[in-house]
């Protein structure tokens, strides 16, 4: 059976803008309880309250999924996605896949480079931990004699990575163009190692 919070998710899946009146006539609690059930699913980030008029008085609260809470239910993003990639490498050479992936990775780190560019390396790296946090990776980095050593302990890519490893491109590209200097690939998780590790060598920190 599903739970309380559970059943209010689905619900606001299925009905968009839900209000706390809907929901609760939906999963059959009072008010206050799906008040105090919402209250606990927005701080762990799984919804989102908007505001909506309707008529005069005050607009009401309307409650939609985030990313996070839709990720929750199953989906076929991971046989699509796949299935895209297949046809893309039917219709192109191997070089222009790599390229798309590329491409697309600087596209999504420009902006972030510029701003961060003047800043200290430490800086750019605690910079980018939070910044590719958002897109899904989990990104720890320490120091190690005059390099700098990136380990990514999670990665959104990796299920995808397993059939079509050229998309861990877009991770390397990342990094690199967000702080501006040049990382190397050293462990690679689709090669038996327990995690991707990025390292920035000493004579890359006296070039930028």
């Given at each position: 059976?599903?739970?309380?919070?559970?059943?209010?998710?689905?619900?606001?899946?299925?009905?968009?803008?839900?209000?706390?009146?809907?929901?609760?006539?939906?999963?059959?609690?009072n008010a206050i309880s799906v008040r105090h059930h919402l209250t606990n699913?927005?701080?762990?980030?799984?919804?989102?309250?908007?505001?909506?008029?309707?008529?005069?008085?005050?607009?009401?609260?309307?409650?939609?999924?985030?990313?996070?809470?839709?990720?929750?239910?199953?989906?076929?993003?991971?046989?699509?996605?796949?299935?895209?990639?297949?046809?893309?490498?039917?219709?192109?050479?191997?070089?222009?896949?790599?390229?798309?992936?590329?491409?697309?990775?600087?596209?999504?780190?420009?902006?972030?480079?510029?701003?961060?560019?003047?800043?200290?390396?430490?800086?750019?790296?605690?910079?980018?931990?939070?910044?590719?946090?958002?897109?899904?990776?989990?990104?720890?980095?320490?120091?190690?004699?005059?390099?700098?050593?990136?380990?990514?302990?999670?990665?959104?890519?990796?299920?995808?990575?397993?059939?079509?490893?050229?998309?861990?491109?877009?991770?390397?590209?990342?990094?690199?163009?967000?702080l501006s200097i040049p990382a190397e690939k050293i462990q690679c998780v689709l090669s038996g190692d327990v995690h991707c590790t990025f390292v920035i060598?000493?004579?890359?920190?006296?070039?930028?």
């Amino acid at each position: 059976m599903k739970s309380t919070r559970d059943r209010i998710l689905q619900t606001i899946l299925t009905h968009r803008n839900a209000t706390i009146n809907d929901l609760a006539e939906a999963v059959d609690i009072n008010a206050i309880s799906v008040r105090h059930h919402l209250t606990n699913l927005q701080a762990e980030g799984f919804i989102q309250a908007n505001e909506e008029r309707h008529g005069v008085g005050r607009p009401r609260l309307v409650y939609s999924l985030t990313d996070s809470g839709l990720e929750r239910f199953p989906t076929r993003y991971m046989s699509l996605t796949n299935r895209l990639l297949d046809q893309l490498k039917h219709s192109l050479p191997q070089s222009e896949i790599n390229n798309i992936f590329i491409r697309m990775a600087k596209s999504l780190a420009a902006d972030q480079a510029d701003k961060i560019k003047k800043l200290p390396i430490e800086q750019k790296l605690d910079y980018i931990r939070k910044s590719l946090g958002d897109e899904g990776f989990m990104i720890e980095w320490q120091k190690v004699g005059e390099e700098y050593h990136i380990t990514e302990t999670a990665c959104p890519f990796y299920h995808v990575g397993q059939s079509h490893p050229e998309v861990c491109v877009m991770d390397q590209t990342l990094i690199s163009t967000i702080l501006s200097i040049p990382a190397e690939k050293i462990q690679c998780v689709l090669s038996g190692d327990v995690h991707c590790t990025f390292v920035i060598k000493a004579h890359s920190l006296l070039e930028h």
